[in-house]
């Protein structure tokens, strides 16, 4: 039975994870890089897996909220003020040089936009949720938006995330003693 302070630790772990999921203030990497330091390594592994469970159910809530935001009253009015405006702007006239630049930057953005949800809504999906979960590439806070704006489900986001975040994590927890040389125990 692990002593209280190493539940401590792990339950710290567990918390830091899920605030630093949707609160870039409190990175969980320096927590799990501290404990590495100070504590043997099955302890810096533990944690590394509590925050990398914390880092997921973060990551999960605010992919839902993500998917509520997109079905909300207030969105819908948001996106019929913008096809109003955008309808108005296309009354005639010669449109300025600033004008035509935004509007192509817009339609690429819609392009970028359009192929990141085909993708992440495909079988892709949770491979860009793995490497973003484990590498930060591309950041795992973007990744989670855009799948909540598309159609993935929780059951192939939830395993890529975890799997990622863990991954990472305990890289990070077994370094110190892999750069330092010292025992595992």
Same mark, same amino acid.
């Given at each position: 039975?692990?002593?209280?302070? !190493?539940?401590? +630790?792990?339950?710290?772990?567990?918390?830091?994870?899920?605030?630093?999921? *949707?609160?870039? !203030?409190?990175?969980?990497?320096?927590?799990?890089? &501290?404990?590495?330091?100070?504590?043997?390594?099955?302890?810096?592994?533990?944690?590394?897996?509590?925050?990398?469970?914390?880092?997921?159910?973060?990551?999960?809530?605010?992919?839902?909220?993500?998917?509520?935001?997109?079905?909300?009253?207030?969105?819908?009015?948001?996106?019929?003020?913008?096809?109003?405006?955008? $309808?108005?702007?296309?009354?005639?006239?010669?449109?300025?040089?600033? $004008?035509?630049?935004?509007?192509?930057?817009?339609?690429?953005? &819609?392009?970028?936009?359009?192929?990141?949800?085909?993708?992440?809504?495909?079988?892709?999906?949770?491979?860009?949720?793995?490497?973003?979960?484990?590498?930060?590439?591309?950041?795992? +806070?973007? *990744? $989670? *938006?855009?799948?909540?704006?598309?159609?993935?489900?929780?059951?192939?986001?939830?395993?890529?995330?975890?799997?990622?975040?863990?991954?990472?994590?305990?890289?990070?927890? +077994?370094?110190?003693? +892999?750069?330092?040389?010292?025992?595992?125990?």
């Amino acid at each position: 039975m692990p002593d209280t302070g !190493v539940l401590a +630790l792990v339950a710290t772990g567990l918390a830091v994870g899920a605030v630093s999921a *949707v609160s870039p !203030v409190l990175p969980v990497e320096a927590y799990v890089a &501290a404990v590495a330091l100070a504590r043997p390594t099955p302890t810096a592994l533990a944690v590394a897996v509590a925050a990398g469970l914390g880092q997921t159910l973060g990551k999960t809530a605010l992919l839902a909220a993500t998917r509520s935001a997109g079905r909300s009253r207030w969105t819908r009015r948001l996106r019929e003020h913008a096809r109003r405006r955008a $309808t108005a702007a296309g009354a005639p006239g010669a449109p300025s040089a600033a $004008t035509t630049h935004r509007a192509r930057l817009r339609a690429r953005a &819609a392009r970028l936009s359009r192929a990141a949800l085909h993708h992440l809504g495909g079988r892709a999906g949770p491979l860009v949720v793995l490497l973003g979960a484990a590498l930060g590439v591309p950041p795992l +806070l973007l *990744v $989670t *938006v855009v799948a909540g704006a598309s159609p993935m489900t929780y059951r192939a986001f939830v395993p890529a995330c975890l799997l990622g975040r863990s991954v990472r994590f305990c890289a990070l927890a +077994l370094l110190p003693g +892999l750069t330092t040389g010292r025992a595992t125990g």
